[in-house]
């Protein structure tokens, strides 16, 4: 079965220090793909990034850094110079290949003050 | 951009009331998609629904639920005899079912409130 662990439930970090957001996935397939997604007070879900288990290649965009792992099965994800904007809540994701059901970690809570 | 709409944004019933869902998916994706997720809680996973027909359900959406696409641009979620239980946030989501599994694109949701 698949799992998706997000240790860390809330951080709160002072604007403009840097945060990461620690992800841990479990899969017996070969074959998978893994999100982030940001959900702001609003309650809507963004997507930000998705990553298939073939690209071990770091990402940036911007301010967000993604680092996958496969060796430690992780996917943590990075914001530089963080701003109140980014103050939502984070929820990696894991599916197998094809149009299968996203499975998602429990979130981690982030609050930056100004 | 196109998005995925959901209606209504937040929907107050009656326990033991039925309530239907609205989404509209970006016009040209082929799967369709229920989740959940109780205030607080991570999202959870409801149904599936490809070529007009239930692909995968979880052991969530039981008899109460069930879903359907029944023109060509709407995906509803029914729940026959809603539960206080049931008060969440509902997403939609789509995709476009191409090879290299484009990412789902979730609607802003309907908070669902059972009295």
């Known amino acids: 079965a698949q799992k998706v662990t997000q240790a860390q439930t809330e951080i709160s970090v002072v604007e403009k220090e840097d945060v990461t957001l620690d992800c841990v996935y479990e899969t017996r397939d070969t074959t998978y793909y893994l999100f982030w997604y940001k959900q702001p007070p609003s309650g809507e879900l963004v997507f930000l990034i998705r990553r298939n288990s073939f690209d071990e290649q770091n990402e940036i965009s911007g301010r967000y850094s993604w680092n996958f792992q496969k060796s430690t099965s992780s996917f943590n994800f990075t914001i530089t110079a963080s701003q109140v904007v980014d103050s939502a809540v984070y929820f990696c994701?894991?599916?197998?290949?094809?149009?299968?059901?996203?499975?998602f970690g429990k979130g981690t809570r982030l609050s930056v003050i100004a | 951009e196109p998005e995925v709409t959901q209606t209504p944004s937040h929907q107050v019933t009656q326990m033991g009331q039925e309530v239907i869902l609205r989404c509209v998916p970006i016009?040209?994706?082929?799967?369709f998609y229920w989740y959940r997720q109780i205030l607080g809680q991570k999202v959870e996973f409801l149904v599936s629904?490809?070529?007009?027909?239930?692909?995968?359900k979880s052991e969530i959406f039981d008899d109460q639920f069930s879903v359907e696409r029944p023109d060509g641009s709407n995906f509803t979620l029914k729940i026959r005899s809603t539960k206080l239980e049931d008060s969440a946030m509902y997403f939609c989501?789509?995709?476009?079912?191409?090879?290299?599994?484009?990412?789902?694109?979730f609607g802003d949701g309907t908070r669902l409130s059972i009295l």
């Open positions: 629904f490809y070529n007009n027909e239930i692909s995968e």
């Open positions: 989501a789509s995709s476009s079912g191409t090879l290299y599994n484009q990412p789902q694109h």
């Open positions: 994701a894991l599916t197998d290949s094809g149009n299968t059901p996203l499975v």
């Open positions: 016009s040209n994706h082929l799967y």
